[in-house]
């Protein structure tokens, strides 16, 4: 079990243990460390950015002095989204790229994600090395030497690539609600846009160091949807604090489920023959129809636990090109290494181009199945596997619905609780059996009724 690094890097409240500059600057050093040994002891360059917490300066200048102690070259891209830290490690033929940052938590909270030489989210056995390698740190010095690192323009190559995309001016006649989080965004996605001629009309574009994700962003779009129905846009867009995912709305001010934004990828790439392996990658948490909206298309759905590294991985191993979260991580693998909002949001507007069809109209074409989801907080998380009356009642249900729905059961990664999802075509159905599951996991675990 993963000491520090959680689904998606190590993540926390600032001033707690981990997320500190005294930790960082030990995770510094142990990364250096790491290089050190993976490099046979050449010099190596780290690329580093973060979003716009105001804890950001200090963590990033900790984690440049600790990789300065194993003379590791550093450049630093200041504010950036998380996709361009990926791109920009390519660009660079850096050994190591870092976000500092911790996606759509709120502000208090700041986390660091870690790319491979080839912009590959790290695994686990990559993640436990530095682990043990962390562990064998000292304490830091009480005032931590300076950092020395050399500026880079991660964001300036990153507009003109995602520009390219698209030929300028092509979306002249367009008006296009962004909603930027208060985040990594505020320069990168408008900018995108204004080449390409879109009037635009921004929601969350004044970060203080302190707002990102505050009342705006991908968890909160309802300002969104307000904005796009008032002034009458085509679309509007959503990121998250560090841009590598995005929720969109319709014009008529319609949040578009991820699940449906995913089925409609798949399908298209299908009918274009542009779909490689047949196959999109998802997760666990995706809605049944995801998978009857690709098959019925002629592709397969292949599922995968929740988090963007395992979509991603899996796409590799099938070679699959396009994968992801319905939580709206989505990965073009022909484009990028990673999630990337601002590429998914080019690639809706693309469809919307080449069908002549507005995103309501597309919406529509995805049916998603009736979904009900209940936590319960436990006192004790005991393996499912023992819980046999639990068990025999999901094996009930699952078939009573068949193949036209499914039981989703799991503990949390991060809190005691039990998540319970059903999903099946008929919502009396649905209803039903979610309630049937709890109280048979009430009769084995001790839950705790606030």
């Given at each position: 079990?993963?000491?520090y690094?959680g689904t998606?890097?190590?993540?926390?409240?600032f001033?707690d243990?981990?997320?500190?500059p005294q930790?960082?600057?030990r995770?510094?050093c142990?990364?250096?460390?790491?290089?050190?040994?993976?490099?046979f002891g050449?010099?190596?360059?780290v690329?580093?950015?973060?979003?716009?917490?105001?804890?950001?300066?200090a963590?990033?200048?900790?984690l440049?002095?600790g990789?300065n102690?194993?003379?590791?070259h550093?450049?630093?891209?200041?504010v950036?989204?998380t996709?361009?830290i990926?791109r920009s490690v390519?660009?660079?033929h850096?050994?190591?790229g870092?976000a500092i940052?911790?996606?759509?938590?709120p502000?208090c909270?700041?986390?660091?994600?870690?790319?491979?030489h080839?912009?590959?989210?790290l695994?686990?056995?990559?993640?436990?090395?530095i682990?043990?390698?962390i562990?064998?740190?000292?304490?830091?010095?009480?005032n931590?030497?300076?950092a020395k690192?050399?500026?880079?323009?991660?964001?300036?190559s990153?507009?003109?690539y995602l520009?390219?995309?698209m030929?300028q001016?092509?979306?002249?006649?367009?008006?296009?609600?962004?909603d930027?989080a208060?985040?990594?965004?505020?320069?990168?996605?408008?900018?995108?846009?204004?080449?390409?001629?879109?009037?635009?009309?921004?929601?969350g574009?004044?970060?203080?160091?302190?707002n990102i994700?505050?009342?705006?962003g991908s968890?909160?779009?309802a300002?969104?949807?307000e904005?796009v129905?008032?002034?009458?846009?085509?679309?509007?867009i959503?990121?998250?604090?560090d841009?590598d995912?995005?929720v969109?709305c319709?014009?008529?001010?319609?949040?578009?489920?991820?699940?449906?934004?995913?089925?409609?990828?798949?399908?298209?790439?299908l009918n274009?023959d542009?779909?490689?392996?047949g196959?999109l990658v998802s997760?666990i948490h995706s809605?049944?129809?995801?998978?009857h909206?690709?098959?019925d298309?002629g592709?397969?759905?292949?599922?995968v636990?929740?988090g963007?590294?395992?979509?991603?991985n899996?796409?590799?191993?099938l070679?699959a090109?396009?994968?992801?979260?319905?939580?709206?991580?989505i990965i073009f693998s022909?484009?990028?290494?990673?999630g990337?909002g601002l590429?998914?949001?080019v690639?809706?507007?693309e469809?919307?181009c080449t069908?002549?069809k507005?995103?309501?109209?597309?919406?529509?074409?995805?049916?998603l199945?009736?979904?009900?989801?209940?936590n319960?907080r436990?006192?004790?998380?005991?393996?499912?596997?023992e819980l046999?009356y639990f068990?025999?009642?999901?094996?009930?249900?699952e078939?009573?619905l068949?193949d036209?729905?499914?039981v989703?059961?799991?503990?949390?990664g991060?809190?005691?609780?039990?998540?319970?999802?059903?999903?099946?075509k008929?919502?009396?159905?649905?209803?039903k059996?979610?309630?049937v599951?709890?109280i048979a996991?009430?009769?084995?675990?001790?839950v705790?009724?606030?």
């Open positions: 079990m993963a000491k690094f998606d890097g190590i993540r926390g409240r001033g243990s981990l997320i500190c930790f960082a600057y995770l510094g142990a990364l250096g460390n790491y290089l050190t040994k993976i490099r050449k010099t190596s360059t690329v580093i950015g973060r979003d716009t917490r105001a804890s950001g300066v963590l990033s200048d900790a440049i002095s990789l102690r194993h003379e590791v550093v450049h630093d891209a200041s950036v989204p996709p361009a990926a390519i660009d660079q850096a050994d190591l870092i940052t911790a996606s759509h938590n502000s909270d700041n986390g660091i994600k870690l790319f491979d080839c912009a590959h989210k695994d686990v056995a990559q993640e436990s090395l682990e043990s390698l562990d064998n740190e000292p304490e830091p010095p009480v931590l030497p300076s690192f050399h500026p880079l323009d991660a964001s300036g990153y507009i003109n520009r390219s995309l030929d001016d092509s979306l002249s006649d367009w008006r296009v609600v962004l930027l208060n985040g990594a965004t505020v320069k990168t996605t408008p900018a995108v846009f204004q080449c390409w001629g879109a009037e635009l009309l921004l929601i574009d004044k970060p203080d160091g302190l994700n505050d009342g705006v968890e909160c779009p300002q969104l949807a904005a129905l008032k002034h009458k846009a085509h679309i509007g959503a990121h998250d604090g841009g995912r995005l969109v319709d014009e008529g001010g319609t949040i578009v489920d991820g699940d449906i934004i995913l089925a409609l990828f798949g399908r298209y790439a274009a542009t779909l490689k392996s196959t997760t809605n049944l129809g995801l998978d909206a690709v098959r298309a592709g397969q759905v292949d599922r636990d929740v963007d590294r395992n979509v991603a899996r796409m590799r191993e070679g090109n396009i994968g992801g979260e319905s939580s709206g991580h022909d484009y990028a290494t990673t990337d590429l998914a949001a690639k809706i507007i469809l919307m069908t002549g507005a995103l309501s109209e597309l919406r529509k074409e995805i049916t199945f009736p979904q009900s989801a209940t319960l436990v006192a004790e998380k005991r393996p499912l596997v046999k068990q025999s009642v999901i094996k009930a249900t078939q009573d068949g036209e729905g499914r989703l059961v799991r503990y949390s991060t809190e005691s609780k039990l998540r319970l999802l059903v999903e099946g008929d919502d009396l159905q649905v209803a059996a979610i309630k599951i709890e996991a009430s009769k084995e675990l001790d705790i009724h606030s």
